[in-house]
């Protein structure tokens, strides 16, 4: 579940460093985690509500967001766990639509329950089915390195050609295991 809240970035940048400048529509502050010297953290408004945020010092979203909640900068996770029919999904599309909702919260860096990364792990079995999540990544990679190649000018195979079709059908359905 995405958290909503009604911070602007331009509300927290201000709010974590009151000479916080704006500049190609986004907003740049001195970093609240590693508090360095200069403005290179940056806040940009997104249409779903939730601001990005990037410090290009390297701190994660996790280190700056855990100074922000705090502050009352940013919406604390919510820590309940999901609701119990999640545990009963059998549609092919209910288990997809959960798994692409826990990749974009790993991907935000929002938190997820112990329960939601088992029931990800197990439903993308069950999607992958019968190949292995290795297996579709190697066969991803494979397509990644056809496609590169042939962008290069090199001529395929006609095996090479038959194993691209069907490596490239394979994850077009299933999509690229993300993370675990």
Known sequence: MIVHHNYSAEQIALGVDPKARFSSGQWRAICPYHQGSKQNCYFKDRHDGLPLINCFAGCTFGDITSVLIPRGLWPEPKKEAP???????????????????????????????????????????????????????????????????????????????????????VTYEKGVPYAW
């Open 83 to 169: 609701p119990s029919n999640v545990h009963t999904l059998t549609d092919k599309t209910d288990m997809q639509c959960f798994c692409w909702g826990h990749e974009k919260y790993l991907k935000l860096g929002i938190p997820t329950t112990t329960t939601d990364r088992s029931l990800y792990r197990q439903y993308k079995r069950v999607l992958y089915s019968p190949f292995t999540p290795g297996e579709v990544v190697e066969m991803h990679m494979f397509c990644l390195t056809y496609s590169a190649d042939v962008k290069r000018g090199e001529t395929p195979t006609p095996e090479e050609d038959s194993k691209f079709m069907t490596f490239q059908k």
